[in-house]
């Protein structure tokens, strides 16, 4: 009798026990990743390799009924007026599209292996499979992790600019956290009047200038640079333009918004910068003018 | 239990790709959200608890979240609908899209209230995406809830334990 008025008092309390067992195991794993910065490591790459294949195949997917829609669907109504010209016009629309795409592709590809080229750093060229699933942060997933030498913390870059670093790590797919993110900051100069600042990250497109001292000179329209001094990102990367300065208040700093120089909502293709020993480009042109002032003294 | 877990990793898989480019101004339904309402009205404690535990540790893991806020967000929101299966008479449209609504809203001042606590240097223009992000994605979730609802009640009631949403 007690043993079955026992198990009816556990069934009634099987939803408060398990509710605080679940909050509970959810607070902990909260504090894990607070103290450490870092989550389970195991399963986190586990769970992104287990559900990537469905996000490649889903943008693999999204992007075969664009390119449809962008090919036949909107030429059908066209098309009623002549059957035989409206087989012509979507097999040469077809053609066009494809083209188009493998054109737009290639010169992607050109830009990147240029860029690569020019910059002369060690990098792993990535694709984006996804986007961020929630409003409040900002990252993508690209289609490189550990097995291809990608670590936490590399930055990312394009051709246009700095895009980020590495934020999680799986061993085929990696997480990355975006400049426009709260959480992101990146040691920056603006290139005109060399004055140091924190690159932070406002969301919504948007960055903003930290700890810029009062005292400097700057304006709307000036571009800003990475330090190098942050360790992942090599000198001389473009952050972004200056869009907004405000020396409202009182303090020694003064505020500026940062418009970043690569278009984030459209990104594609990624470079991640493996090793950033090598100087940059900025750097080479320094070094090179150095160079010419010294031959000349002699 | 597999199928809503499967259904749940589809609709992150929807939210982080397609939603993406449809999205206004960054503002796109949670359907996860959405689904998760869902089983904490028609799924057992324990399957439905874990599955929720699971959305969210997804969730966390593809976005920028370095805290795993939606783990826990999403335990509590399934233990919120959990409670008030039975005190609410979720028939209508309005019934429904309300319910999500102010549980979408419940959420994201939840997120915003951990995300302060973590982190005493919570830039402060993250409050005002309240108004700009929140409120109208709330609204997109809500207004989305009652045909998914219907739906789920169509796919996923056979196979779970016929409670559905009433």
């Known amino acids: ?191 005109r009047t060399r004055a140091k600042a924190i690159v932070e990250g406002k969301g919504e497109s948007r960055c903003q200038l930290k700890y810029l001292l009062r005292t400097e000179e700057v304006t709307i329209g000036d571009i800003v640079v990475t330090s190098g001094l942050n360790g992942n990102f090599p000198k001389g990367l473009l952050v972004g333009e200056i869009r907004k300065v405000e020396k409202a208040g009182q303090g020694i700093f003064q505020n500026a918004e940062l418009a970043p120089s690569v278009d984030l909502a459209k990104l594609e293709e990624v470079l991640i910068i493996t090793e950033s020993s090598l100087p940059l480009q900025e750097e080479k042109v320094k070094n090179k003018k150095k160079t010419i002032g010294i031959q000349k003294k002699k | 239990m597999i199928l809503p877990l499967f259904l749940g990793i589809f609709f992150i898989t929807l939210q982080t790709t397609l939603f993406t480019p449809l999205s206004i101004q960054r503002v796109r339904p949670d359907i996860v959200l959405v689904l998760t309402l869902y089983l904490g009205f028609s799924c057992p404690v324990i399957s439905g608890g874990i599955i929720a535990f699971f959305l969210g540790y997804l969730m966390d893991l593809f976005s920028g979240n370095t805290f795993g806020l939606y783990t826990f967000s999403r335990v509590f929101i399934f233990c919120v609908a959990y409670f008030f299966k039975d005190r609410f008479y979720l028939e209508g449209f309005l019934s429904r899209f309300l319910f999500a609504f102010s549980l979408a809203l419940v959420e994201g001042v939840l997120i915003l209230v951990l995300l302060n606590a973590l982190n005493p240097k919570l830039p402060g223009h993250l409050f005002p995406l309240f108004f700009n992000i929140l409120l109208p994605q709330s609204f997109f979730t809500g207004l989305v809830t009652p045909p998914l609802f219907s739906l789920f009640n169509r796919g996923l009631l056979p196979l779970s334990n016929r409670h559905g949403v009433r």
């Not at chain 1, 043993?3 to 009634?12: E, G, M, V, W």
């Not at chain 1, 504090?31 to 389970?40: F, I, Y």
């Not at chain 1, 600019?161 to 061993?171: F, S």
């Open chain 1, 1 to 191: 009798m007690m043993r079955i008025r026992s198990f009816f008092l556990f069934r009634k309390y099987t939803f408060l026990t398990f509710v605080v067992l679940l909050l509970l195991l959810a607070l902990i794993l909260m504090s894990l990743r607070v103290k450490q910065r870092k989550g389970v490591d195991f399963f986190d790459a586990l769970l992104i390799e287990s559900c990537s294949p469905f996000l490649k195949a889903s943008t693999f997917v999204i992007h075969t009924i664009q390119g449809i829609f962008q090919n036949y669907v909107f030429l059908v109504s066209l098309q009623e007026e002549n059957k035989l010209l409206k087989q012509r016009v979507v097999e040469l629309q077809k053609e066009i599209g494809e083209l188009r795409e493998t054109a737009l592709a290639k010169e992607r590809v050109q830009n990147l292996l240029q860029f690569r080229e020019k910059i002369s750093l060690s990098m792993i060229a990535a694709e984006v499979i996804g986007q961020d699933p929630s409003s409040w942060f900002k990252s993508v997933t690209i289609n490189k992790g550990e097995k291809d030498g990608v670590r936490k913390g590399m930055a990312v870059i394009s051709p246009e600019g700095v895009i980020g670093q590495i934020l999680k790590t799986g061993p085929y797919h990696s997480t990355v956290l975006l400049i426009t993110d709260y959480n992101s900051a990146i040691d920056s100069v603006v290139q």
